[in-house]
């Protein structure tokens, strides 16, 4: 091996082991007691499976398999209908031509860059008027409205990148607008519904302002919430059971991930480069 491919391998081994090194620490913490917890050893001197155990049922009246249940529940119904949304609106901006089309691509690119704080007071106002806080509809119903800027513009660019001739050719055949979008255009965009639907997952999943501004009740809590709960004022806090069930939390994000990497980074790549 070349010395300049040898120093390349060596920058990209040391940055991994950066990247993955708080997994390895998360992992050995969630098998520490709470005393060694504050020691800066990597590896815990007793492995402390029970840890997994006692998080499981740590929450009174509860098991996480509830709060695991309410977060796949919403991320689920969330990536459902930003999937929905986001393809119908990137077809039409894409794809029909419609009055005051570019100013209103313009107003698009605007709330993409538009923080997420700014409507943070105006959706707690409205969601209360329509008497949803307390419920899971505020955090699934806004994403069946296309109300994620950056999906619907991921899409617009990879359906630009699908030839024109599709479409000119299903209309010579009589097909309709409709039945170019779900039989020509929708079928093809696969990599990039694949990878709305993994940022979507992992954002929902992740979201722990969202729900611990509109859920109340613990019945309904997920699982950043439920992770939110060993943190108790009033008592001593079992860090190893609530470092077991973060390891816990973090894994159906990374199996989504492997499983559907092909496509993801096929989506990324495709929507990256076209115009």
């Avoid at 954002?203 to 729900?211: A, E, K, V």
């Avoid at 894994?251 to 790549?269: D, H, L, R, T």
């Amino acid at each position: 091996m070349k010395r300049s491919g040898l120093i390349q391998y060596s920058f990209l081994i040391a940055c991994s082991v950066i990247m993955i090194y708080p997994i390895f620490w998360l992992v050995g913490n969630a098998l520490k007691s709470n005393e060694e917890i504050p020691k800066s050893n990597l590896i815990p001197s007793e492995v402390h499976w029970e840890n997994f155990s006692n998080g499981w049922t740590a929450i009174p009246g509860f098991t996480f398999a509830h709060f695991f249940y309410n977060s796949f529940f919403i991320a689920v119904f969330s990536v459902i209908g930003t999937l929905i949304s986001s393809a119908f609106v990137a077809f039409g901006f894409a794809r029909l031509h419609f009055p005051l089309k570019k100013f209103w691509f313009s107003i698009l690119m605007i709330t993409l860059m538009l923080p997420a704080q700014v409507t943070l007071v105006p959706q707690y106002v409205l969601f209360k008027y329509f008497d949803w806080v307390g419920t899971t509809l505020p955090l699934i119903m806004p994403h069946f409205l296309a109300v994620s800027p950056f999906f619907v513009f991921l899409m617009i660019q990879f359906i630009r990148g699908i030839p024109r001739d599709l479409d000119e050719s299903a209309k010579i055949d009589g097909c309709s607008t409709l039945g170019i979008a779900f039989k020509i255009v929708l079928p093809l965009c696969t990599p990039a519904f694949i990878t709305t639907a993994i940022f979507s997952f992992i954002w929902t999943w992740d979201d722990f302002l969202g729900q611990m501004i509109y859920l109340t009740d613990t019945a309904k809590y997920t699982v950043p919430l439920a992770l939110r709960l060993f943190l108790d004022n009033t008592s001593a806090v079992t860090w190893g059971p609530m470092y077991a069930m973060s390891l816990l939390s973090v894994i159906p994000c990374f199996v989504i991930f492997i499983a559907a990497q092909k496509y993801f980074v096929e989506g990324i790549s495709t929507t990256g480069i076209k115009g």
